[in-house]
């Protein structure tokens, strides 16, 4: 759906549901909030057909690196595989390292490595994300249990902010795979109605600030 057909199938959905009208920045950051809600969703079912639009693999890449898109310049949201190089110029000599949340990456104890053997038996690589005071945004850097190795990162990259202009009519659409927009409009509608309810029943109006799907 283009980001229009977006609105207004929210809107159709909202007609009988809210008490108030919703603005178009409250519509905008809940389809947002929505896409981060089904994109998670997904990932975690480990199920790649909504998310195809997003892959994207970095470069070779060293230890402490952020991890970036080759082409488009997107930072990797979530990770899916992680190719570590013994030598760059031979990439038959590689292997895919094991993902590791961070504390468990920091706690990590190598395995003894039996006499003789030319290469570890394992490496695994975390994400870890860091505070950039130059961009101020948090960046994803790549850490590997061997530092000295380079890598390349197959990952699902952040989504570009689902945008709408009420004058134009035009804005930037949902970035998952198309099949998949009408689940993100429902998501986002529910979120909407949620707010509702919440105002109701404090008996205030709505403030823009609000962060929809937040919890107060």
């Known amino acids: 759906m283009t980001a229009l057909q977006t609105v207004n199938y929210i809107r159709l959905l909202l007609d009988d549901t809210t008490d108030w009208h919703t603005t ?16 998670k969703h997904y990932y975690v079912e480990n199920n790649d057909i909504p998310l195809r639009p ?16 080759q082409n488009d310049e997107r ?17 038959q000599a ?9 504390l468990m990456f920091d706690a990590y104890i190598e395995p003894s ?15 870890k994300h860091e505070y950039d005071n130059v961009i101020q945004r948090l960046i994803p850097r790549v850490y590997l249990s ?6 390349q990162l197959l990952f699902i990259a ?18 998952i795979d198309d099949e998949y927009h009408i689940e993100v409009a429902h998501v986002a509608a ?14 205030v109006s709505v403030s823009l600030d609000v962060v929809p799907g937040k919890k107060e």
């Open 24 to 39: 178009t920045e409250e519509l905008v950051n809940a389809v947002n909030d929505a896409q981060n809600l089904i994109i």
């Open 54 to 69: 997003l892959y994207r693999y970095s470069d070779i890449i060293s230890n402490g690196a952020a991890v970036i898109s």
């Open 75 to 91: 930072y990797l949201l979530y990770p899916r595989a992680c190719r570590v190089f013994y030598n760059i110029e031979t990439p």
């Open 94 to 102: 590689s292997v895919f390292a094991v993902y590791k949340e961070p």
């Open 113 to 127: 490595i039996l006499t003789g053997s030319r290469l570890p038996r394992q490496i695994i690589y975390t994400i």
């Open 146 to 151: 061997e530092p000295l190795l380079q890598c």
């Open 158 to 175: 952040e989504p570009k902010q689902f945008t709408f202009n009420r004058l134009t009519r035009q804005g930037q659409a949902l970035e």
């Open 190 to 203: 529910d979120i909407l109605i949620d707010m509702d309810i919440e105002e109701a029943q404090r008996d």
